[in-house]
């Protein structure tokens, strides 16, 4: 199934609409069939995708996009092989669609079951990740919803060839055609023509900056689930494991810095701040991370503070996706709690204790899709929490908060039996 460039926004997501209402009632055993075929069809075009991937790397250096979305964009043998494996753990996931989520007798004899059923088209926006392009297909497919696609120009080579591949092993295993489309090359007005095709597409999950959020907000009367920014803290208490809680700092931050699960802000208890800080702000430097800090980050640097610089207002709020981190000395939890609060994106949020009560305060006061004790923020990711995979991490409430997976895909719908009850 591949899209022509002459086929419109229109045309891809009619497809796709028809095509839903075929796969919302293919059997779970033709869903991993064509699961299977996608991941040995990745491994079998690996050069192809490849070569195509490396074109759009070239742009991307030749653009000066920068390192973190250089990182994001980049895809390698390791790399594409980890998209097959996570291909392959969705295909031995549970099929959500049937599910039962609970059930009930009434009175009157009526049976009552909220049955868990297919959204139907689901279009996904992403920006700069290849790898969304197998993870938003798989999914959809496992979780019986037509698939419409639509990546940024930068990643245009890679994504194609990804789509392209998924969408021939897809319907060559028995699933069919249209299921799975991609739309590309048309700009703000092609995304305004996706958001707004309420006939066709039940949800739009975008998936990148606040930029691409709010380019959504202004246009979509399609209802969205926005996999948007991560503006997340770790928090070390006063009761903290020293070593624990630079460990964990450092695997939050430097791990992966590029990604919306990284942290971006440290805050530290006053109270371990000057036995704390020097060691983080050192190991810090030795990782190339840049501080920007407060006027308690400054003191501790001292007069080596060459990484480290004074904060302002907009450090607090800032996404770095970068080895860039800004640090705070707070008096208090609840001072912490309030500062994460006011900046934080509601996505990730970390708390290092040894203090059961502080755990539990921070773990019900911070209003936030995931919340840690004594753990990175970097496992919010769908592969991590046993998902196989994910769409992204909504920061919204609802349907789905945190990694979107196939049971966040499915809505539900009440299937009532009787034998021949009337109202009366």
Known sequence: ????????????????????????????????????????????????????????????????????????????????????????????????????????????????????????????????????????????????????????????????ALADVAARAATGAGLVDGTLGIVAGGGREELAALATQRENVDL???????????????????????????????????????????????NAKTQRPGVCNAAESLLVHRDVAAAFLPALLAAMDEAGVLIRGDAATLAAAGDERAGVQAADERDWATEYLDLTLAVRVVDSLEQAIEHIQTYGSGHSEAIVTHDALAARSFSRAVDAACVYVNASTRFTDGGEFGMGAEIGNSTQKLHARGPIGLRELCTFKYLVEGDGQVRT
């Open 1 to 160: 199934m591949v899209v022509s460039e002459s086929q419109s926004v229109a045309d891809v997501c009619a497809a796709a609409r028809a095509a839903s209402r075929t796969l919302a009632q293919t059997d779970t055993a033709t869903k991993d069939r064509a699961l299977a075929a996608i991941a040995a069809a990745l491994r079998d075009q690996a050069p192809e995708i490849l070569a195509a991937n490396e074109r759009d790397m070239q742009a991307g250096r030749e653009n000066a996009i920068g390192d973190a979305l250089l990182d994001r964009l980049r895809l390698d043998a390791q790399r594409l092989e980890a998209i097959a494996g996570a291909v392959e753990q969705v295909a031995q996931l549970p099929d959500p669609v049937g599910e039962v989520i609970d059930g009930h007798r009434l009175a009157n004899g009526l049976d009552v079951r909220r049955v868990r059923v297919p959204l139907g088209v689901v279009a996904v926006v992403y920006e700069a990740r290849p790898n969304v392009t197998i993870d938003a297909a798989v999914l959809c497919l496992k979780s019986g919803n037509a698939c419409v696609l639509r990546g940024s120009s930068s990643a245009a080579h890679s994504n194609t």
């Open 204 to 250: 739009i999950i975008p998936r990148g900056g606040e930029g691409l959020k709010q380019a959504l907000e202004s246009v979509a009367t399609v209802p969205v689930i926005y996999a948007a920014s991560g503006n997340c803290h770790v928090y070390v208490d006063a009761s903290a494991d020293l070593e624990m809680a630079l460990a964990i700092a450092l």
